[in-house]
């Protein structure tokens, strides 16, 4: 049987973490940021953790 594929749209957007938690990056920090505040702008640049009801579907993307 060959080997599982990874998804490469989801090893671009998450990164796995040591103890097995899923990390990934806060939307909407691409464009317009001139009616963003920038209290808002820097909480979107900080890592977050992904929610636990996607962590199953994210780990098949990933094939964890």
Known sequence: MPKMKTKSSAKKRFK???TGK???K???KSHIL???S???KLKLTHDTLVHKSDVANIK???TL
Do not use: N, P, S, Y
């Open 26 to 28: 806060h939307a909407f």
């Open 60 to 62: 098949q993307q990933l």
């Open 22 to 24: 899923i990390k990934r």
């Open 38 to 40: 920038k209290k808002r």
């Open 34 to 36: 001139t009616k963003k």
């Open 16 to 18: 796995v973490t040591g």
